[in-house]
């Protein structure tokens, strides 16, 4: 099994600032089958980013996937009030795995 | 628009079963493959089965193989999941989400649309 961990686990930063979440797998993730979900508080999670850095539909261009192999990154270039929650990286090449979440709070 | 509906959830005692259902609208559902994935209160979540677009292929997590049988109904746009066995560590929300094509051998599911979840609660 992969095993994701995520970094940090809470991040807290104002409305405007740039966010920065890492995912580094336990093993190599083939094809860079990885994906990046939002879950706010009550609701189901949103798929965000596929394939380590295409987008989903209708995901505003702020988000953004980069990565390979063992480390893969969520940026969120300026964050807006709607944007603070937990976000959670899956990869897809093996069985599928969660990380453990990162969660991004108004400082 | 892409509608999933998940039933069936409540309070189950251990050592009991439990048939969830998801109702899903809006896209062609005899093209997808549909997953269900959980979420323990205040935990991360955790998939727990995948079933293909023909119900050809089936997969499990450890954690409820041979506890748990995923299946589907394409005439009536309907994905299940039959719990027996269970145990408290199964108390979760239950979500069913969408796995969209392109599908291959060497790809397993992520996500596109889920469900808001359907909660489970194991205990005597």
């Known amino acids: 099994e992969i095993v994701l961990t995520q970094s940090p686990g809470t991040l807290s930063l104002s409305p405007g600032e740039r966010a920065t979440l890492s995912c580094r797998a336990s093993q190599s993730v083939s094809s860079s089958y990885l994906a990046w979900y939002q879950q706010k508080p009550g609701q189901a999670p949103r798929l965000l980013i596929y394939g380590a850095s295409s987008r989903a539909t209708g995901i505003p261009d702020r988000f953004s996937g980069s990565g390979s192999g063992t480390d893969f990154t969520l940026t969120i270039s300026r964050l807006e009030p709607e944007d603070f929650a937990v976000y959670y990286c899956q990869q897809y090449g093996s069985s599928p795995t969660f990380g453990g979440g990162t969660k991004v709070e108004i400082k | ?124």
Do not use: H
């Open chain 2, 1 to 124: 628009q892409v509608q999933l509906v998940e039933s069936g959830g409540g309070l189950v005692k251990p050592g009991g079963s439990l048939r969830l259902s998801c109702a899903a609208s809006g896209f062609t559902f005899s093209d997808y493959y549909m997953s269900w994935i959980r979420q323990a209160p205040g935990k991360g979540l955790e998939w727990v089965s995948y079933i293909s677009s023909s119900s050809s292929y089936t997969n499990y997590a450890d954690s409820v193989k041979g506890r748990f049988t995923i299946s589907r109904d394409n005439a009536k746009n309907s994905l299940y999941l039959q719990m027996n066995s269970l145990r408290a560590e199964d108390t979760a929300v239950y979500y069913c989400a969408r796995d969209p094509p392109p599908y291959s051998s060497t790809r397993l599911p992520y996500f596109d649309y889920w469900g808001q979840g359907t909660l489970v609660t194991v205990s005597s």
